[in-house]
């Protein structure tokens, strides 16, 4: 299900966090609608690749050499299209399909960098979604990346700063665990805020 905050500019969450992604590292920008993270990237020449069941909202940039546009249905019981160990960063705004969990965290390359922002259950109190198949719980994506991913930042609560009032949950998480070179097998610490 996407989301229902309009595309107006990129997220917050996800600007703070992009200085992390490996430079020119191939970027997937899931359920993507008009691409305003993806573009993001591709204005700093990552390649991206923009998926989403209706890729209309994007077309204009189908003559970028960094841009791979693919619409398919996440949903719809098919296959995964991307393999395993490919993105340097996956990002994800206002959207949330718990089956395709997995699939996502495997899609990361070693280092690769998850940046994930969604509604979550107390939302329905001032809009949609409310939905809960569509409204994470309490530390729900932290459950997802305990043991697998590094987590950098991590927020649940009410948000009203850049839109309409909703209650959302967000992570930015490395998939850096198995690359420690400290001696005691800790990552290494991230920096909070970037240069640009």
Excluded at 6 to 35: F, N, T
Aim: charged share 25%; hydrophobic share 40%.
């Amino acid at each position: 299900m996407t989301g229902h905050v309009p595309d107006i500019s990129a997220s917050p969450w996800i600007m703070k966090y992009h200085h992390l992604v490996e430079d020119k590292g191939e970027v997937l920008d899931l359920a993507c609608g008009r691409g305003r993270h993806g573009r993001l990237f591709v204005e700093r020449a990552h390649p991206v690749v923009f998926v989403d069941k209706n890729t209309s909202k994007v077309n204009d940039l189908s003559k970028n050499d960094l841009v791979t546009i693919v619409e398919t249905n996440l949903e719809d019981g098919s296959d995964w299209p991307f393999q395993k160990g490919r993105f340097a960063a996956i990002l994800v705004a206002n959207y949330l399909y718990r089956p395709n969990f997995e699939f996502l965290l495997s899609s990361l390359k070693p280092g690769g960098v998850l940046i994930y922002e969604t509604f979550a259950l107390g939302n329905e109190e001032m809009g949609r979604p409310r939905n809960p198949d569509f409204l994470l719980k309490t530390g729900e994506l932290l459950d997802l990346v305990q043991g697998r991913l590094q987590v950098v930042a991590y927020e649940h609560g009410f948000w009203d700063k850049d839109t309409a009032p909703r209650v959302i949950q967000r992570i930015c998480a490395v998939n850096d665990l198995a690359l420690s070179t400290r001696d005691d097998g800790e990552p290494i610490a991230h920096c909070l805020h970037g240069n640009s």
